[in-house]
């Protein structure tokens, strides 16, 4: 995760990925104590709290989107992570949500190091609730992976310096060894910079 982004010129965006409350509600109870794994400024928290989910923590590693979400929402509980593993004990979650977390980490071990720590967090039978992006097939995408010098396909830097990876499912499935895929279900949305986008939306059952 290129940090710098996210303390810059990343920490004014508008996340655009849907909020599944729908999804984390079939699955969810409202009493479980949720953990909001890469939160951002908290725009999915101040969701979940306004409907009706009080149990909940965020923790983020860029310090400029927690100060953000904490002048927004001072009500929620969001935190400063900058280093892993976090200061909690193991299973000390009945949910984990990363949503779109994984694409803004383009390294595999990045990757792997969080969703270790995710599945640790999250006790046995909890949920762990997925939002990320699979491969785009628009010609908008075909071209910007054509184009990226990056060795793995799918990553991609933006003109603002933001680096994201759009990734192959079975890629993400596999990140989750302690996890069985539960639920999928597609989700359209845009970009952060406005492109039509196909997201996934996914339960993974720690077992």
């Not at 927004?72 to 509980?77: H, Q, V």
Request: net charge negative.
């Amino acid at each position: 995760m290129a940090m710098a982004y996210w303390e810059g010129p990343g920490a004014g965006k508008t996340f655009t990925h849907p909020v599944p409350l729908d999804l984390i509600a079939r699955h969810v109870d409202t009493g479980a104590r949720i953990l909001d794994f890469g939160c951002g400024y908290g725009r999915v928290l101040r969701a979940l709290a306004d409907a009706g989910y009080r149990n909940t923590v965020g923790t983020d590693p860029s310090a400029a989107l927690i100060a953000r979400g904490r002048r927004e929402s001072p009500d929620l509980d969001l935190r400063h992570a900058p280093a892993l593993p976090l200061a909690e004990p193991d299973g000390a979650f009945d949910a984990v949500l990363l949503v779109s977390v994984l694409t803004v980490i383009p390294d595999e071990r990045d990757q792997r190091a969080v969703t270790e720590e995710v599945e640790r967090l999250c006790a046995p039978g909890g949920a762990v609730v997925l939002c990320d992006f699979p491969l785009q097939d628009s010609a908008h995408y075909r071209a910007t992976y054509a184009a990226s010098p990056h060795p793995v396909h799918g990553v991609f830097t933006r003109p603002d310096g933001g680096v994201f990876r759009h990734h192959d499912p079975a890629h993400l499935e596999a990140l989750f060894p302690r996890c069985a895929l539960e639920h999928a279900e597609p989700a359209d949305m845009t970009s952060l910079n406005g492109h039509a986008m196909r997201g996934l939306q996914w339960v993974l059952r720690r077992r």
